[in-house]
């Protein structure tokens, strides 16, 4: 059986059990629109492999590694799904059914680049990214909105925050993704637009768009 099925299994179990009860094997086959007896074939493999434990009369839970591995998995869905709603306007049924294609393939570190971009809500799966964002890590004094820093004061972009589609497309059409250099160069008046550089560029944000972008002044 392929990698796919084995992460499709992991990420259903987590789905029907939120991580904290036992699945039945029933319902399992009835949420993945499979037999009873694929599920009952695919759980000896996953429990050999030590991703599941299986109790009789009781059901499948995952183990701790195949805990990480469904945790994971979910959250590449959802940056996915961000990516495609949030940057590409696409329909949410139809992000959804494309982020379950593409979820399977994409790296750890694409998936971390993508979710600094688009702005992904920190939730309970980012404890086991492999490399935790700023986000997620947010003790940090050195990280600070674009819209509180003074002028000539720069820093470089470490990731995008807002709950606009609008803003997020916006933004990332001019060139803000995290990765990039910034400077303010100008503030035209408490509460009014900021005048950044980036890269070659002079752009003029307005200040509660500057707040959705946060910055690495380390």
């Given amino acids: 059986m392929t990698s796919d099925s084995r992460e499709d299994y992991l990420i259903s179990i987590l789905r029907l059990s939120d991580g904290e009860k036992n699945v039945k094997t029933t319902e399992l086959a009835e949420f993945m629109n499979v037999s009873p007896a694929s599920v009952t074939e695919m759980t000896k493999t996953l429990a050999a492999e030590g991703l599941v434990i299986y109790e009789r009369y009781r059901g499948i839970r995952l183990s701790e590694e195949g805990m990480s591995i469904a945790r994971q998995l979910r959250k590449k869905h959802h940056v996915i799904e961000h990516l495609l709603v949030d940057c590409l306007g696409m329909d ?5 059914e494309e982020a379950h294609k593409i979820e399977h393939s994409i790296s750890d570190d694409t998936s971390i680049r993508i979710c600094n971009m688009v702005g992904n809500p920190v939730d ?3 404890a086991y990214c492999s490399d935790p ?3 997620y890590n947010q003790g940090s004094m050195n990280i600070v909105q674009l819209n509180t820093m003074a002028k000539n004061k720069g820093g470089i972009i470490a990731y995008i925050k ?4 609008d803003d ?4 990332n059409s001019i060139g803000f993704v995290p990765g990039r250099e910034v400077k303010i160069e100008s503030i035209l008046m408490d509460g009014g637009d900021r005048i950044i550089k980036i890269g070659d560029n002079m752009i003029a944000l307005s200040y509660d768009l500057a ?3 946060f910055v690495d002044v380390s």
């Fill in 211 to 213: 707040s959705t972008v």
């Fill in 168 to 171: 997020i497309r916006k933004l």
């Fill in 162 to 165: 807002s709950d606009s589609s």
């Fill in 92 to 96: 949410h049924q139809d992000a959804h």
């Fill in 133 to 135: 964002c700023k986000r």
């Fill in 124 to 126: 309970e799966d980012c």
